[in-house]
């Protein structure tokens, strides 16, 4: 059974920084791409981050040289280090496989604010 649990959303003030982790169950990770997508309430889920199975990444031009995506195929973990956040970047996370249209986690909502 495919799970993905993300977790590490919180509060934090404009300019604060926060973890997001993603914890993969059932599936053959380390030869997936994997993916952190954003949603805003009202508004179709955001492509923020990307990372191969071989570990190059991809980043929304939104967030390029903010946010940091990574992995541990040995943990089945995947990552993204969010630095100088800002007030719009306030979304609920998900982390997805790439091309896995069908399988979301519950998501994580991170909040930036004063």
């Known amino acids: 059974q495919v799970q993905l649990v993300e977790s590490g959303g919180g509060l934090v003030q404009p300019g604060g920084s926060l973890r997001l982790s993603c914890a993969a169950s059932?599936?053959?990770?380390?030869?997936?791409?994997m993916e952190w997508y954003r949603q805003v309430s009202g508004k179709e889920r955001e492509l923020v981050a990307r990372?191969?199975?071989?570990?190059?990444?991809d980043y929304a031009d939104s967030v390029k040289g903010r946010f940091t995506i990574s992995r541990v195929n040995a943990k089945n973990m995947v990552y993204l280090q969010m630095n100088s956040l800002k007030p719009e970047d306030t979304a609920v996370y998900y982390c997805?496989?790439?091309?896995?249209?069908?399988?979301w986690g519950k998501g994580t909502l991170v909040t930036v604010s004063s």
């Open positions: 990372i191969t199975s071989g570990g190059s990444t």
């Open positions: 997805k496989i790439e091309n896995w249209n069908n399988y």
């Open positions: 059932g599936i053959a990770f380390s030869i997936l791409n």
